[in-house]
């Protein structure tokens, strides 16, 4: 059910924004990153399904479980990586701030969102050479001198996914945090001003909405990021994998989702339209 869901939202705003493309509509860069941020979470959310079949019926050997789980690590740290590009971009779009610093960045970072985006995706790549040099080197130390490979993938004391999780989110994370705290901080005392004012038409909601978007990310990539350092902690220490909690994690990417298309008025309207299609093909059926 969470992968039927998932793959509808993340192919909606894929479609949505490619067809705009397509027909040589203006692309903003808070579309290109919503389009990169759904092709990444449906890959992730795939892979994810996918590795939780082959763990159920595969009786072979491990590498096909292992190519799997490294391209489920990629994704989940390009999600991670994107979802900071998106708070930062929206920061330096819609946040006041006339610094010469901050007007520095929009003019150099706004223009070229699409090679930040490659930027992220490689430095996703580049988090993961590390672990996984070192898991193929054990691989084949294992075959050299007849260790398992199952307990060379399967050893509770190794280091590979505390790297990806705590060193490789690091700077995402903190990168995300700054942005998304000035860009609340920012809206939160400019509609603190705007209240002040004798200008009763002034109307707030935009912003409210901005500051309700911030806050409810914030709050899905601290549950994203807590919940599979959970994943590592209780494998590292009872050497079991939690797999129903990796599916759960899975679902507020979907709710995010959600979400982007509620906050995204051309995202909304085109929902509003598919919806009320399927509305007059349903009754057109019944009667």
């Known amino acids: 059910m969470a992968l039927i869901a998932g ?5 909606f705003i894929i479609g949505v924004n490619v067809s705009d493309w397509w027909r040589g509509k203006s ?3 808070v579309d290109l990153i919503v389009t990169s941020l759904g092709i990444v979470r449906m890959c992730a959310q795939s892979v994810n399904t996918l590795y939780l079949l082959v763990d159920s019926v595969y009786t072979g050997g491990l590498d096909l479980l292992i190519a799997i789980n490294m391209a489920y690590y990629l994704f989940s740290c390009a999600n991670v990586w994107l979802t900071s590009l998106l708070s930062i971009v929206l920061c330096l779009k819609i946040s006041n701030l006339h610094t010469r610093p901050f007007l520095y960045l929009r003019r150099m970072m706004l223009p070229r969102t699409g090679c930040l985006i490659v930027a992220s995706v490689l430095l996703s790549v ?6 996984l040099c070192r898991m193929i080197n054990e691989v084949e130390f294992g075959r050299i001198y007849n260790i398992t490979m199952y307990h060379q993938f399967t050893d509770c004391n190794n280091s590979h996914f505390l790297y990806i999780y705590i060193i490789g989110d690091f700077f995402p994370l903190l ?5 998304s705290v000035l860009l ?7 509609t603190t001003r705007m209240k002040m004012s004798s200008n009763l038409s002034i109307n707030l909601e935009t912003y409210y909405s901005a500051m309700r978007f911030v806050a409810f990310t914030f709050l899905y990539i601290t549950f994203y990021f807590c919940g599979h350092y959970v994943c590592f902690l ?3 220490f009872y050497c079991v994998d939690l797999p129903w909690l990796i599916v759960i994690l899975d679902i507020p990417s979907v709710l995010h989702s959600s979400y982007l298309i509620y906050t995204t ?5 085109q929902m509003s339209k598919v919806l009320q299609n399927v509305m007059d093909f349903l009754f057109q059926r019944k009667n």
Do not use: C, D, E, G
């Open 27 to 29: 692309v903003t860069p």
């Open 7 to 11: 793959l509808v939202i993340h192919s």
């Open 126 to 131: 580049a988090n993961l050479l590390f672990p």
């Open 234 to 236: 209780y494998y590292h």
């Open 265 to 269: 008025a051309k995202l909304r309207s």
């Open 175 to 179: 990168f995300y945090s700054i942005s």
């Open 184 to 190: 609340f901080v920012s809206l939160y005392l400019h």
